[in-house]
Each structure stands twice: as C-alpha cells, then as structure tokens.
C-alpha cells in the first residue's frame, strides 16, 4: 500500500491535525514509520560507539513512529468506528513485534555495551548515565541476554498479547454501549435526582426512543445504584457492569494470564510480578502484596464495624439486616445522609464545570506559576476544547485538550493520555497532552454539573496532566509521566486533596445561578463525612490490589481452576456482602487486562502512591494549602523531574524524609 507524502500522520507538528486524519491513513503511515524506525535502529549497530550514535540515536529512531501510534490509540479510544478499529488492529500487531524486537536486536545490544564500557559513558551527566543504565537493565529484562529461540518465542508472546488485549479493551468498550434499560413510567426511576432524569430522558430522545434510557456509563450507573429505590433496576445495572464482557474476554483472561507466565519463565523471573516490579518502587511481587495486606490488617475491624452498622441501619429502617451488593451504595447514601445530613447532590449546583475548570486554571496559577487560556487548534470532536499552558514569562509550555462527556464511542472512565513530551533545547520543547473523562453532560438548559467525586477526578487527571505538561528531563524517555508506576498517582492523587480545603474549594466552586460559595456549614458535613465508609472504600482497592498480585504470582489454572471463580473468591474476602457465584468484574477489568502491561501485577499503585501523597500534601497544609512556596518546591523537585532521578530521591528532597503511612490512615479515620 503506497502512501501519500501528504499523510497527516507522516510528520505530525505539534497543531494535530485532527479534521484531516482518516481511517485510511493510518496502515499506510504506520508502515512507512515502521520502515525508517527499523532502519535507524539497523544503523546504530553500525555506528561509533559515543552517545550521540547509540542512546541519543536510539531516542529519536522510534520517536516519530511512537508519537503516531499513541495518536491512533488515542483517536480508537475516543471515536472509535468501524474502519479506525479495523486499521488500528491491522498496524498495532507490527507496531508491538517491532517495539518489542529492539532489546533482541543483537547488534543494537552489542553497541550500547561498546558504548557502556567509553570514558563518554562513564562521564555522562546524570540524567544521561541514568539513562544508559536503565536501558541495559531493560534490555535484560526484555530478553537481550536470550538465546535465539528464546528471543523468537518471546517475539511471538509480546505480539499475541498485544492483539489480546487491545481485543479485551475494545469488548468492554462494546458491551458498555449495547446495554441499554428503556423505562417508559417515571415512577420506576424514584428517587433518581431530576438532573439525572432529564439525562436519561434526553439520551432517550436522541436516539427517538420514548422515555429514559438506563446505561453503563457513569453519569448514569453511579447516580442510579445510589438513588434508586427500584431494587430491581438496581440489580439489573449492577449484574450489567459486572458482568460486561464476560462471555468474549474470558479465554482472553486465561490466555494473557498464560503468556504473562510464560514470558516471566523465559525471562527468569519467578513470576510476571517479580517481572514488572524490578524497577518500580516495591521492587518485588512479594514486597507489594506485604504492603497490600499490611493495610488489609490495619483496615479490617473498621470495615467489619462499618458493615454492621449499615445493616443494623437497614434493620431499624425497614425491619430486614440482609444486603446484597447492588444494596451497598444505596443504603450508604441513606446512612450518610442521616449521619451526617448530606445529600452529595445538594453539592452540585455549587460544582458547575465552567467554575471548575477556571478554578483549576486559577489554582495551577496560584500553585505553579502558570496561565491556562483558550488555544486555537483542531478538534477531533465538537465538544471538545483545547487550551494552552504558559509559564510566567509567557512562554508556552504545553498544548492540552479536554474531552469531558461520555458517547457510545468512547471508552469509559477518566484517564490523561500524552500526545507529545518536549525536550529542553529542542527547537520546539512543548509537551502536549489530553485529558479524558466521562462526568454528566449539560442537561437542558443548565451547564454541566459535577458531583464532587467528579471534581476529585478531574482534579486527579489535571495532577497527571501537569506531571506530563511541567516536564523539564534533557531526556525524553525519563520526562513526564514516563515514571516508576507506584510514583506516577503521587501528583495525581495529591491534587484530590484540593477538593476539600476552603482555601481551594472557593477558586473551585460557586453556584452555578447565583455565584455563591460552598456555605460553611455543607462543608462541615462534607469534610466530617469525608472518613465516612472509609475502610470499606480501602478494603475495596485492596481487594483489586490483592487479586492483581495473586493472579499475576501464584494463580495456577491446573490447581486454582476457573479464574473468573479464582478471583470471585479474592474479591468476595474483601467484600462487605456475599458477591453473586456468576460474578465477572474482571472480564471488564481493563486496567489489568487492556494493554500488555498496564496496571497488571500494580494496582496496587494507588494505595503505594496515596501514602506518598497524603505525606507530600500534609507538607501543603502546614504551610498554608495555596502556599506558593510550597507550589514552587513541588513543581521543581517533583512535576519538572519526571524520573531524572530515582522517585524516592525526589519524595526525599520534596519533604524532608521517606514516607510515613500515618497521614493516609489518619485521613481514612483508621488512626487518630
């Protein structure tokens, strides 16, 4: 297939052009890239043993292929269609045996340790030496030191895993948007808060249907397990979510968990955890399981108090102690409300998105120093913005674009996604970036209004967001987000914090008629209600935690049989009440299953990483929670740094000394 030199895709400035970027681009584009990346690889080999001819040249071989194909993935993961998916599974098999042939490419592998043993190398500035160091650890880890057998069957399993699961990832995308419920008497959908019934209805009347329409996207799933007192419907959703997928992704699962193994074994490792933790912060699948069940044993009698109390509350409302799953949230928000008199949607009118995004620009202001304004650039959809990022002195640091609303065509959840990350002393050093999410669209003629567990992950995404977009690395495969995976939450999670100080919440918020502010005493009850369920909340991500680091280390099919059963009972251990026999959650379980590697055997990550952040932020509110000083000393020491240097150096330098874990539990209500 020949490919036109006026392929977008070709040479992509840092304007994308997304109105100009089609299907039919991409297997022609792809190939070409493919064809010049594997060429300057071939050259190294050949080349002078210096930095410049070796690591340097070795950064920009792939680089422009790498940007194209994150762009792709990026474009299936947004608007996906028939043709974008079809060329996108026809490129991403040849893409990922190429990525994964560069460590088995035995004359590549030759001149780097020429090059490692040159008085250059042994003089390089940190980031550099750095730089060569993990390289050759990571060709060893990727299989460099194999024999050529060896190196061809590990060839073969980074192919078949990457067709795995982008395959898994694309089921759950297509199984969220075939399921609808169609509810034509209002009366079944009490409870329901009217803005998410003028939501159901339009999404019904879009599509010509009588009605309201009840789906898996979370602007209606959440409000719906938590509002409505239709239990029926209720069951209906939650077996829908949990089960989505099930049929298509469960010899997916078997089949990646098996070629996980099997990678691990011919890698040398013990398993796939022991594989993907060398060079993260736990260091070992052991020492994060450790830390997972440390927090296990610290949380279990207030989980088991909290579970007691939601049924004696059952018990005294209704005469019945019983719950099942689809229950929890339900008879949560009445507890919370009774406890606390707080109804989370009485926040809403105060958490309109044009507030919140101004005030997330105002707080990158106040914080970091930066200016946040419109950007004129193309978008590949109409509701889509796209803005700047300035320094201080005017300078542009970074291009971003947010993509906020959920569609059929669009994969759920939250996520930051890097497009570009710049370089220092480049001609052009701008990052670029999106930030993803699915919170509830304008309905009628009110902008959109967020919960505030909305504005936590849009503050957590924006944390990301700065991580890539302050960048400052001389070296562009350690800038950014291109951190060990338990440090790459920290700035994240960290900003979720600003959701709850007055200081923040004011720049944050104001009703969406009158302007006002969060009245004092809402605030009491949010924060007083903040450690409400708080156990239970961990309990939860420990169980995914636990159940990641299982699977990927002692899961044998042979002795623990099913493994949607091998995980219905990991989960179920962690669970409040007794989960359905049919439950499936992880077929659906993208973070795991979605991407070669992905969060698989680090779920664990975000507790690692909130313990970093609860520390890191208590260093903010000793100073005064829109402390520029403080703002100044994060950015320089943590979001500029990326992973220049060893992520427990930079926590080290940030606050003074390692982490401590009293923060986070003090947080949770789990210590005084």
């Known amino acids: 297939m020949s490919c036109s030199p006026d392929n977008p895709l070709l040479a992509l400035p840092f304007h994308i052009p997304f109105d100009r970027i089609r299907p039919e681009h991409i297997e022609p584009a792809i190939d070409r890239l493919l064809a010049q990346a594997q060429a300057a690889v071939d050259a190294i080999a050949a080349a002078e043993p210096r930095y410049e001819t070796t690591l340097g040249a070795l950064e920009r071989a792939t680089e422009p292929l790498e940007r194209a194909m994150s762009l792709v993935e990026h474009l299936e993961s947004v608007v996906t269609t028939p043709d974008l998916r079809e060329a996108y599974q026809t490129v991403q098999p040849r893409v990922?045996?190429?990525?994964?042939?560069?460590?088995?490419?035995?004359?590549?592998?030759?001149?780097?340790?020429?090059f490692a043993s040159t008085e250059e190398a042994r003089a390089l500035p940190p980031e550099?030496?750095?730089?060569?160091?993990?390289?050759?650890?990571?060709?060893?880890?990727?299989?460099?030191?194999?024999?050529?057998?060896?190196?061809?069957?590990?060839?073969?399993?980074?192919?078949?895993?990457?067709?795995?699961t982008t395959r898994f990832a694309q089921n759950v995308v297509d199984a969220t948007a075939a399921f609808e419920i169609l509810v034509e008497d209002r009366e079944r959908l009490h409870g329901l808060p009217e803005g998410v019934l003028e939501l159901l209805r339009q999404g019904a009347a879009e599509r010509g249907l009588p009605g309201y329409r009840l789906t898996l996207h979370e602007p209606c799933l959440v409000p719906a397990l938590t509002y409505l007192t239709d239990a029926e419907l209720r069951e209906r959703l939650w077996r829908a979510y949990n089960r989505r997928a099930v049929e298509e992704n469960r010899p997916l699962l078997v089949r990646i968990l098996e070629l996980r193994r099997e990678q691990a074994a011919l890698?040398?490792?013990?398993?796939?955890?022991?594989?993907?933790?060398?060079?993260?912060?736990?260091?070992?699948g052991q020492r994060a399981l450790a830390f997972v069940e440390d927090l296990r044993q610290r949380s279990l009698s207030a989980f088991r108090a909290e579970h007691e109390a939601l049924c004696a509350f059952r018990q005294q409302l209704e005469g019945r102690?019983?719950?099942?799953p689809w229950d929890l949230a339900f008879y949560a928000e009445k507890l919370r409300r009774a406890c606390h008199d707080l109804d989370e949607e009485e926040l809403r009118p105060y958490l309109p998105l044009p507030r919140v995004l101004s005030g997330l620009f105002a707080l990158a202001e106040r914080l970091y120093g930066l200016s946040i304004r419109p950007w004129d650039a193309p978008v590949w959809h109409?509701?889509?913005?796209?803005?700047?990022?300035?320094?201080?002195?005017?300078?542009?640091?970074?291009?971003?674009?947010?993509?906020?609303?959920?569609r059929d065509n669009k994969r759920g959840g939250a996520w930051m996604h890097p497009l570009r990350t710049g370089v220092p002393g480049e001609q052009d050093p701008r990052h670029l970036a999106v930030l993803a999410a699915n919170v509830r669209?304008?309905?009628?003629?009110?902008?959109?209004?967020?919960?505030?567990?909305?504005?936590?992950t849009l503050l957590h995404e924006f944390g990301h967001l700065l991580h890539q977009c302050l960048s400052r690395v001389p070296v562009r495969s350690l800038g950014g987000t291109n951190v060990a995976w338990d440090f790459v939450e920290l700035p994240s999670q960290l900003m979720e914090n600003f959701a709850w100080e007055r200081a923040s919440l004011d720049l944050l918020s104001g009703h969406y008629q009158s302007g006002a502010p969060i009245p004092d005493?809402?605030?009491?009850?949010?924060?007083?209600?903040?450690?409400?369920?708080?156990?239970?909340?961990?309990?939860?991500?420990?169980?995914?935690?636990?159940?990641?680091?299982?699977?990927?280390?002692?899961?044998?099919?042979?002795?623990?049989g099913d493994v949607l059963a091998y995980s219905w009972r990991i989960l179920s251990e962690h669970s409040p009440v007794p989960l359905p026999q049919d439950h499936a959650m992880l077929a659906s379980f993208t973070h795991l299953f979605g991407s070669p590697t992905g969060y698989a055997a680090g779920y664990y990550s975000y507790?690692?990483?909130?313990?970093?952040?609860?520390?890191?932020?208590?260093?903010?509110?000793?100073?005064?929670?829109?402390?520029?000083?403080?703002g100044r000393a994060f950015r320089e020491q943590i979001l500029e740094r990326g992973d220049s240097r060893d992520p427990m150096e930079l926590f080290v330098a940030f606050r003074g000394r390692e982490p401590d874990r009293t923060p986070l539990l003090r947080r949770a209500g789990l210590a005084s």
Do not use: N
């Open 128 to 164: 550099r030496a750095r730089l060569l160091r993990k390289t050759l650890d990571s060709f060893r880890r990727h299989g460099a030191l194999l024999d050529p057998a060896g190196k061809q069957r590990l060839l073969q399993i980074q192919v078949e895993l990457a067709q795995h």
């Open 382 to 406: 109409d509701s889509v913005q796209a803005y700047a990022i300035h320094d201080g002195d005017g300078t542009m640091l970074a291009g971003f674009y947010l993509d906020l609303f959920p």
């Open 441 to 456: 669209p304008p309905v009628g003629q009110a902008p959109s209004l967020l919960s505030h567990r909305e504005l936590e």
């Open 267 to 284: 890698l040398g490792y013990p398993h796939f955890a022991d594989l993907v933790l060398e060079d993260r912060m736990a260091r070992s």
């Open 96 to 114: 990922a045996a190429f990525l994964a042939s560069i460590p088995l490419h035995e004359g590549l592998w030759r001149a780097l340790r020429a």
């Open 607 to 630: 507790k690692w990483a909130e313990v970093l952040e609860a520390d890191a932020f208590s260093r903010f509110q000793e100073a005064g929670v829109l402390s520029a000083e403080v």
């Open 321 to 324: 102690s019983d719950l099942a």
């Open 521 to 560: 005493e809402l605030l009491d009850r949010m924060r007083r209600a903040r450690s409400f369920r708080a156990a239970t909340a961990m309990m939860r991500q420990l169980g995914f935690g636990c159940c990641d680091l299982r699977l990927h280390m002692e899961y044998d099919p042979a002795r623990d």
